[in-house]
């Protein structure tokens, strides 16, 4: 069964870190972009980056430009999204998920459950 | 506000057929085939429906289809059945954004079956 499954959410003060990790099963992990996007409660969706099958190419949505670390491990079957000064309005469910090509093709056809991540003192 | 403009809401009839629009510019929808829909239930993971405009990922039904036109691109949904009842999105890639992001969402748009 293909699944991809994220971990590592929780509450979190404003200005700290939290790191999120995805793990996939079931693919080729290391043929396939994988990305990040998050939901805040009650909100639409929102891209936060994506990286591609050999992590030659990485993007950030400008809103976690310089803030967020997005990263692989193939050997792993895993993707991390590391968070660093973390706001208030990163407060949302984050969800792994992974490209149709190894490259950003943008399509989204595997998404993991999600992984809520709270910033509030 | 989302850089890509769908209605809120739309509804429909079973057996009838509907249409979400979503706009964009040419720095993203108009300029690229990179638009993907996705239909997402209340506490559900996003599950995709269309991508590169018109392509149907195997195991979505054909009465979802994808269309464009210029800066505005469309799913249509024929044969309208209750389990359609879903929020769904749009996104496309956008180059040279003012956001700097690459990948753009719509604000989403409920649909109801009545």
């Known amino acids: 069964e293909v699944q991809l499954v994220e971990s590592g959410g929780g509450l979190v003060q404003p200005g700290r870190s939290l790191r999120l990790s995805c793990v996939a099963s079931g693919f080729t992990f290391q043929h396939y972009a994988m990305h990040w996007v998050r939901q805040a409660p009650g909100k639409g969706l929102e891209w936060v980056s994506s990286?591609?099958?050999?992590?030659?190419?990485?993007s950030y949505a400008g809103s976690v430009q310089g803030r967020f670390i997005i990263s692989r491990d193939n050997a792993k079957n895993s993707l991390y999204l590391q968070m660093s000064s973390l706001r208030a309005e990163d407060t949302a469910l984050y969800y792994c998920a992974k490209d149709k090509v190894g490259g950003f093709g943008f399509a989204f056809d595997v998404w993991g459950p999600g992984t809520m991540v709270t910033v509030s003192s | 506000q989302s850089a890509l403009t769908q209605p809120a809401s739309v509804s429909g009839s079973p057996g009838q057929s509907i249409t979400i629009s979503c706009t964009g510019t040419?720095?993203?929808?108009?300029?690229?085939?990179?638009v993907s829909w996705y239909q997402q239930y209340p506490g559900k993971a996003p599950q995709l429906l269309i991508y590169d405009v018109t392509k149907r990922p195997s195991g979505v039904s054909s009465r979802f289809s994808g269309s464009k036109s210029g800066n505005t691109a469309s799913l249509t949904i024929s044969g309208l059945q209750a389990e359609d009842q879903a929020d769904y999105y749009c996104s496309s890639y956008c180059n040279s954004c003012p956001s700097s992001s690459s990948l753009l969402f719509g604000g989403g748009t409920k649909l109801t079956v009545l």
């Open positions: 990286i591609t099958w050999s992590s030659g190419s990485t």
């Open positions: 040419s720095r993203d929808v108009g300029g690229y085939n990179y």
